[in-house]
């Protein structure tokens, strides 16, 4: 079956970065839009990133926009979050998932983390002086 694995989170001082990893098996990558999501304690998972199976397009949540930027490689099975300007606000458990690319076709998709088809077990970020 489709296995997601986060790695890369860890304790940063604000302004420092960071940058997430996620390698995906028992499918095929390269038919997916990869996403990268995040949750707080108390807080629902909300839409940090996304890239399309051929990295020609990519959305951010406005929060992050110039600060990260989601990258992938579909020869190495993995995407890529690389995350700059850390704030504290941007602590949380960040998942990755992968979403169909027929799906992934209709307005607003690509943000919903319901659309997601296979899920990590997520990778703490915490923000901290």
């Known amino acids: 079956q489709v296995q997601l694995v986060e790695s890369g989170g860890g304790l940063v001082q604000p302004g420092g970065s960071l940058r997430l990893s996620c390698v995906v098996s028992?499918?095929?990558?390269?038919?997916?839009?990869m996403g990268w999501f995040r949750q707080a304690p108390g807080n629902e998972r909300e839409f940090v990133a996304t890239?399309?199976?051929?990295?020609?397009?990519?959305v951010y949540a406005d929060s992050v926009k110039g600060r990260f930027t989601i990258s992938r490689d579909n020869a190495r099975d993995t995407v890529w979050l690389q995350m700059n300007s850390l704030k504290p606000e941007d602590t949380a458990v960040y998942y990755c998932?992968?979403?169909?690319?027929?799906?992934?076709?209709?307005?607003?998709?690509?943000?919903?983390?319901?659309?997601?088809?296979?899920w990590g077990q997520g990778t703490q970020v915490t923000v901290s002086s």
């Open positions: 998932g992968a979403l169909r690319g027929a799906t992934a076709q209709a307005s607003g998709v690509v943000k919903n983390g319901a659309y997601y088809e296979y």
């Open positions: 028992g499918g095929a990558f390269s038919t997916y839009y």
């Open positions: 890239i399309s199976w051929t990295s020609e397009r990519m």
